[in-house]
């Protein structure tokens, strides 16, 4: 379909966003939907493509800790090794229908969320949450690490795969992100209502499993205590949302964002699968104790594809709470960083009303050209790794796109469009 202006034509992209109907349908290994995955020694990674020796430190810390989980070798200097030498092949997540919080690494063998949008019939996968501490995403790899891997691994994701299997029809996610929004979530630094509206719906079907009562116990005690355990079922479904409403490919909605430590990246629909790069920022927040800005790896990761979907810093004023989490302020900072980004937004999401807002929608869909028109750079709230290797998260905070990768990608649309 041709439309007649950029307007028309990203009224249209967020019309697939409102539309959508993600699903979460299955829990299975990253190989089973993800090809590649099966050739060999491959990783994928958060943010736009880049190379081993320009990985920060988290980043190659999850890589040698996925190399530890796939067994390619015993020791770490052995997995730095092959990863040095060219052994591995490097992946974006987004290539590949995927997203990846944090370092983004995913491995043949790590269990996946399958989300669905049944609007647009495709599907998109996010590895699952570890919880808290040394973690693989924040890039460490200690015993703890690859051996709570393979719990996940053989026990956390199986469970949850076969709870899935007894739903009727999986679990709507419209339905339980409507439902946690007006309870106090933005998705991105703030999960808990809707990890536990997901423990309250799954938790019936696990204790049906014909597992042992150790592994049931072990399995509704470990999201009882992962606060942030929905944030990866919201990364995939950003992903599928976002990914069917780029099948237009026209306009200049932004539908992907991310950053792997030394870019940020986007794309916008008009542009397709094309990435616009910019030095990647910092983020500014608070440290846990102990810890300082100066210990703060550059910004990392594909979770802000929730902001790409209006929630996360897009909808701060919807969890007031987590502003003093992240070092933003406090109500009325909220109040501002959320009607900041709604000038740069095409409009708002009614699926998704926040209370503390007199029952606005979510921002929806994020336009390039008002970035650029206004200056004012999409907020992201994120967490904050440690720049060496294995040390893990050492805060939280916010971090602001660079505004210079919504300058290429307009000047490349015009040039599309032959208008320069």
């Not at 790896?297 to 969890?319: H, K, L, Q, R």
């Not at 929806?364 to 790794?385: C, Q």
Request: one cysteine or more; a negative charge; charged letters at 20%.
């Amino acid at each position: 379909m041709k439309y007649n202006s950029v307007t028309e034509a990203n009224e249209a992209v967020v019309e697939k966003i409102v539309n959508s109907a993600p699903f979460l349908i299955d829990v299975v290994p990253a190989k089973e939907k993800i090809a590649v995955l099966n050739e060999g020694k491959v990783l994928l990674h958060a943010g736009p493509p880049i190379k081993w020796e320009d990985m920060t430190g988290p980043m190659q810390g999850s890589c040698v800790g996925a190399g530890l989980f796939e067994g390619w070798a015993d020791t770490e200097e052995e997995v730095r090794s092959m990863l040095e030498n060219g052994e591995v092949r490097f992946i974006p997540c987004h290539h590949v229908n995927a997203v990846g919080p944090m370092g983004g690494i995913t491995s043949a063998n790590m269990p996946v969320f399958v989300v669905e949008n049944r609007s647009e019939g495709n599907e998109a996968y996010c590895i699952m949450n570890e919880g808290i501490g040394k973690v693989l995403r924040f890039g460490a790899y200690s015993e703890e690490v690859i051996n709570r891997l393979h719990w996940m691994k053989d026990v956390l994701g199986p469970a949850i795969g076969q709870a899935l299997k007894l739903t009727e029809d999986g679990l709507n996610l419209n339905v339980m992100i409507a439902k946690a929004i007006t309870m106090g979530d933005e998705f991105h630094q703030r999960n808990i209502a809707a990890s536990l509206i997901f423990l309250k719906e799954i938790s019936p079907y696990i204790v049906q499993l014909d597992m042992s009562e150790k592994d049931k116990k072990d399995v509704i005690q470990f999201l009882a205590d992962t606060d942030q355990f929905f944030l990866n079922i919201a990364m995939a479904t950003s992903k599928a949302v976002m990914d069917g409403a780029r099948t237009i490919q026209e306009g200049t909605v932004v539908t992907a964002m991310c950053r792997n430590g030394k870019d940020f990246g986007i794309r916008i629909s008009g542009m397709g699968d094309e990435w616009f790069t910019a030095p990647v920022n910092t983020p500014q927040g608070l440290f846990f104790t102990g810890y300082s800005q100066e210990d703060a790896n550059p910004d990392i990761g594909d979770s802000a594809i929730t902001e790409t979907f209006g929630v996360g810093g897009m909808a701060m004023i919807a969890a007031p709470g987590v502003t003093r989490f992240v070092g933003a302020g406090g109500f009325q900072d909220a109040l501002k960083t959320s009607e900041e980004m709604s000038e740069i937004c095409m409009g708002q999401n009614s699926n998704f009303t926040i209370p503390t807002w007199d029952f606005q929608g979510a921002c929806l869909g994020i336009d390039a050209r008002k970035v650029v028109e206004t200056g004012i750079e999409p907020v992201i709230n994120t967490g904050i790794a440690h720049k060496e290797a294995g040390v893990g998260q050492v805060g939280a905070g916010t971090v602001r796109a660079p505004k210079e990768c919504f300058e290429k990608a307009l000047e490349a649309y015009a040039t599309k469009l032959g208008l320069i």
